[in-house]
DNA sequence: CTATTGTGTGTAACCCGTTACATAGAATAA
DNA sequence: TTATTCTATGTAACGGGTTACACACAATAG
């Protein structure tokens, strides 16, 4: 490969002009300039992105931290990261954390000695500790790690409280939720929303809450223990997709017909949802987006080291399929 | 963050002998090797990659391609490659190319100025021409980019025949094929293996092969048309899983029964194949193994240059699920 | 007892850019 | 006409590591 020194003794000028042509910045004679850009084309120069890193201090690196990217929800998230951080000309480094707080703090390290840029954060363990003593802009994505971080996030528990709504509107009369894993906050937000609608009915009973932990296998498991114990239940709230669709297969296992005999409402509107038949009902986050905004911000934090704090709160939207009765 | 020399200062020894320590090679007497570990715990001080990387032209990187991480098919390979990466303590860069040449050279030339050590790519638009004059070792991922390539694949052929067979098998009389876009190597392999059982059956048509762009809304469409200019088919054989999902849906929206009328296999073994009702019948690839062996490939490559082209092939294996009939 | 080898450490060049600073001629201002 | 500013370019330090080479002393060999 080519060095920018190849470059100066072809064009005849020192390494500074050539910096200064490939840099457009300081006075260069168009003459000259036009030399440079010769010699550059002929030797198919680039410049060494590394060296320049080195100088800068930066290497036009985002990092991207996600529990695991084979959950369904996260490949658009990355993707929309990956969109943006390009056309800002950074490169994106993808992290699956599994939500292990060892593994995190190795690929802290790690990319801290790499002169990272910025990190986007989705975890449920990391905490203001975990960070505090790292100098480079942190992004919350999708929970709040630390009071002091901006963070782009979606109103849960209003939407879980729509989603609960909208199943009582168009008719149930007992409505069960399969909540996520405990530690994630957003688990606690859906709940709640939940509760909200359903704590003062008198029909409500706390076994109508059980732990599905965002996952497919589990929520058919729990889902179809629910159903056994409480065949009255003719709604339910899962708080994702993934576990909607559970949800839905083990209402099929046990001959139950969608949406007549239950209704199903899912939490995400992940291309899954639409896969299904029935298709999944569900309280849609515009995942792109959050990924795409969660990416400015960074850059915006990494341009400006003294951007406050920002809190952003995408809200959720209704899409009706048809795992949900129609509205009467 | 403290560098290598307020660690010499600090150890009261000279940078080249904080060097030995980090790298463990030549000598350094015990007690002076313990005065540097202290000083580099006290000032918790951690090498600069990048300055590393500068020196020794290497940057422990490397960088997968892949059309579009959204489709279920890649974050499981994904996972593997950025498993086996971290293993071996390399970073993991993530290129969504959406098939698109442009980006792909803009990729291979940024990874380039980054020093990356090794690229793994899935791509139908790279070929020879385009990474010729790159002298960073590439691995051809899912499809067979250059005659000189280490490549990891699977038995497409031998594997869509089979499962073209298992549908003769289980009583299917006419059997048609969902096929993928036709730049892709694969479809056109996939395609082999189907024609190769039913070609010479008297029922045969041409017409009972269609494009479904591996795309779920595409093969929704084309399966609509299909079943309804041939109301004899009963069986249909999807090129990959996401289709063979929206073969599903779409015959469940024509009334159909699967796989009472209708017997359905995909290629392919992602997760979304088990969350259906039925469950698809598939022709499964060991994804993770694949990304796996050609990330381990990949290293081999790097830190041997002179390692000769390898050539590996998966085979695909029958996972019967509840989209086909039982064998009789 | 000298020659050789092994041990332990430091100096400085090198990787490849960027940029502060120096220099100098040309253009403009006073 | 002289002072000042603008234009144009070069030299060299710098970023933070690694390592070739030099040097010195200790241990072993002959």
């Known amino acids: 490969m080519a060095t920018i020194k ?27 300039k036009e030399r440079v850009n010769k010699a550059i084309s002929d030797l198919n120069y680039r410049p060494n992105d590394v060296a320049r890193s080195l100088f800068k201090g930066r290497s036009k690196m985002i990092a991207l931290f996600v529990p695991d990217i084979m959950n369904p929800y996260f490949p658009e998230l990355a993707r929309a990261v990956e969109d943006v951080t390009n056309q800002h000309d950074y490169t994106f480094v993808l992290c699956n954390t599994d939500d292990d707080i060892e593994k995190e703090i190795t690929y802290l390290n790690a990319l801290q000695q790499k ?3 910025g ?39 209003e939407g879980a409280k729509e989603a609960t709504e909208y199943l009582k509107e168009i008719g149930c009369e007992r409505i069960a939720h399969i909540c996520g894993p405990e530690n994630a906050s957003n688990t606690v937000q859906r709940l709640r929303g939940y509760l909200d609608v ?55 296992s046990l001959g139950l017909r969608v949406p007549e005999d239950l209704s199903i409402i899912g939490f995400d509107g992940i291309a899954l949802g639409k896969t299904t038949s029935p298709s999944l009902t569900t309280m849609a986050q515009p ?37 949900t009765k129609v509205r009467r």
Chains 1, 2 share one sequence.
Not at 17 to 25: A, G, H
Not at 223 to 252: C, R
């Open 198 to 252: 359903v704590k003062d009915e008198d029909w409500f009973l706390s076994s109508y809450v059980v732990s599905g932990g965002y996952n497919f296998d589990k929520a058919v498991e729990v889902t179809i223990n629910l159903l056994k114990d409480h065949p009255e239940v003719d709604g339910i709230f899962a708080a994702n997709d993934v576990m909607g669709v559970g949800v839905m297969k083990a209402a099929q």
């Open 6 to 32: 190849d470059v100066a003794k072809l064009a005849q000028v020192s390494v500074a002009t050539v910096s200064r042509v490939l840099n457009s910045n300081g006075y260069v004679n168009p003459t000259t």
């Open 115 to 117: 002169s990272v840029d």
């Open 287 to 323: 995942i792109y987006d959050i990924g795409a905004r969660a990416a400015e911000i960074l850059i915006e934090h990494i341009n400006d080291k003294e951007l406050l704090r920002k809190r952003e709160e995408f809200t959720v939207k209704l899409i009706e399929r048809e795992s």
């Open 119 to 157: 990190i986007i954060i989705v975890s449920s363990t990391i905490n203001k500790e975990h960070i505090q003593h790292i100098n480079v802009p942190i992004i919350a994505l999708d929970r709040i790690l630390s009071s002091d971080l901006s963070s782009v996030t979606v109103t849960n528990r």
